[in-house]
């Protein structure tokens, strides 16, 4: 596995296997790998020659008074475990490297940010398509990866991808999952003891809901969702939502995906996880006027 | 010459081009091409194999007031001066094709745009840089040619390409001129006759200034700029200003580069012109606090 921490060296070696025919994979992640990071890069394997993992916390994308300076590290660890999975290039530029002044252009992101993480996470967004934006430009891969435990990250993305006619796959894959069904997350190191036996109720609101939906929502779903996780933590309920994906809109009977979404604060650390569901609601065939879900 | 007018097309074929081992230049235009254009068009057969010439009169640079309905278009015209500059392809998609939808994400332009035509154009340069950045994923230029008539346009481009890493070569090309020394702008066909020969005045007013600032500006270059174009033209003086390039900021003895930038409103017309000096004042070596240039 090749260890690249400058843009230009990284540049090169792409143009290289680019010039060699090489189709490139792209699993961009801010590192404290686990298996949902793992399995984007076995996944990759599928699709591309050649595999590149970065590593780059991005201070764009966190807000003044979130955990930029305390989020989990461990570069040593990171380079084993991305290895075994697979990667054939580990690109872990530094922050000098990747911002070396002030930016004259920055990527602003206009929808699909002003629910759910967007609304409390001011201008997390942007951050992370200007990011994106520079990495593909670095890595120019063939196909990009990314969990779907951040869906709305992957529906910004989404629209990044397709407004700015980059030529790159996006392929936005399952939410790996603790034995109990705790969606795998490098913040996770964050939970006590308590708070990490009760996180598995996130998932757990989350199938509620899928099964209230089922049922017919009268539009009590959101409300009884933080109703449960009110009962079965002792966070405090960022939001629990459900809107029409990717566009993460109010849905409407023409809404051909919803997705679940929620956010939990537990004493240091914001967890989040969803589900995304094609067509259960929200036929096309349906009459009604407005979808049963509000 | 290919004509394409589909983005999927045009990707096709730059990727098929690069495969094959082709170097890219590209010549970004908005159409009504003059001897400026062509010779972006031949200065890019120096570099490049296969020479793109992109034709889109981008509705997003253009503010409210602006004349985007009646700024100048003659396609057939174009394909003609265009193949016979030496063109390879040719790239006029329509505004549908580009923008097919209400867009999820933008280029926000953050320093470069407070003074000159950012001052007056709000949000112009957003609209050039969102659009430069589409194009640029559209045709993968490996070298891209704008002329320094537009110096603002390229200065911002410079941002562009070094904050978000695009593997492209940005060339600023030397302002082409009628024999009288007028800039050649498609928009110089707005102008009526007298205007016509006012507009003489605005390539004039930078070589006095020039000269004003070599015999030592005591900070008056810029009005007896505008005094002069007063006297000279029946236009209304938009600025006269003296500021380093490219960051385009008040000049200090550090500054390497200055620029010397008019921009005059004519009855149908808003012309701008300007001249790049190289340390002709501002030597490094220079113990003075402050630039005699103010």
Known sequence: MKQINSIKDMQKLIAEEKRAGKVIGFVPTMGYLHDGHLSLIERAKKESDVIVVSIFVNPLQFGPNEDFDRY?????????????AGADVLFFPDTKEMYPKESVVTVSVNKR????????????????ATVLTKLFHIVSPDYAYFGLKDAQQVAVIEGLVEDFNFPINVIGCETKR????????????????RERQEAVHLNASLIKAEKWLLEGDSGETEQKMIKYLEEHTSGVVDYCKILSYPELLPPTPQSKRLIIAVAVKFSNARLIDNVILDNILCRPESEEETCSVR
């Open 72 to 84: 989990p590290r461990d570069l040593e660890r990171d380079e084993k475990l991305a290895l075994k």
């Open 113 to 128: 940010v002003d629910a759910l993480c967007g609304e409390s996470r001011v201008g997390h967004f942007d951050g992370v």
């Open 178 to 193: 603790e034995v109990d069904g705790l969606a795998m997350s490098s913040r996770n190191v964050y939970l006590n003891d």
